[in-house]
């Protein structure tokens, strides 16, 4: 469960990396397709190489996404509709891999926010994420 | 047994010479039973972990974090040899413990997590992964007697 306290913290953090989304969400991907080689067979329509324009591209599409989320973390399902329909019945990603890419961006935004990025910040962020990831899978089955 | 190649062992070792057993051992123990709180179940005898202030200023804790990181000392200079390396303290964690391997792959994850806050973009990508085959080594081997 997360407290008010949490909710703002989250909201304040993303609030924050909004002007360097696109760079956030490259990092994550990119930190993702090292550590996971799996993870690269969803990508095989888009050049990932480190900064592509379309690596950037995605990775700010992913970051504005979590950021909208956390404006009100308790409107996730009906923020996250039409994302839950896309993943569900376009690109159908196996959700074991959200969790690949939460673990990946928590470590970019460890590498971003150094010492900023408290246990407590990190606590609030993995369970923001797992909702979030929870919530994008609800329409799978 | 994990083969490794000249590149991933000077890159394990490079990323653990930056490593300040001191000053970070304290910090992922602390990070792990704040993260995860659930992993309090196994420290009974550190007296008050009821808050995040009383975890953070808990030198059971603190002392605990430098003993698990000099245990991690050893298999950064055995990588070769992991298994036989943690084999009793598999062992203990196993049969004495009774530690959830589960737990492992946690702290791997707040280590990971810890280093990143310190060395910043100075942990790319690549490296990161490289760390993270490491830890996953360690886990292996940790999981390895329970049975």
Redo the contacts between chains.
Sequence with gaps: MLSKREKDLIKEIWERLTPVAAEIGA?AL??M???YPGTKTYFSHLDISPNSSHLLAHGKKIVLAIAEGAQDISQLTVTLAPLQTLHAYQLRIDPRNFKLLS?SM??SL??????E?T??A??AM?KYLSAFAAVLAEKYR | MVKWTELERSTVKAIWEKVDIDEIGPQIWARVLIVYPWTERYFGSFGDLFTITAILKNDKVAAHGKVVLKALDKAVNNMDNMKRTYADLSQLHFQKLEVDPDSFRLLADCITITIACKLKSALSPQSQAIWQKFLYAVVDAMSSQYR
Excluded: I, K, N
Excluded at chain 1, 110 to 115: N, T
């Design positions: 990092d990119l930190r397709f090292a550590s673990h928590l470590v460890a590498c971003y926010l150094g010492d990025f246990p407590v990190h606590a993995d």
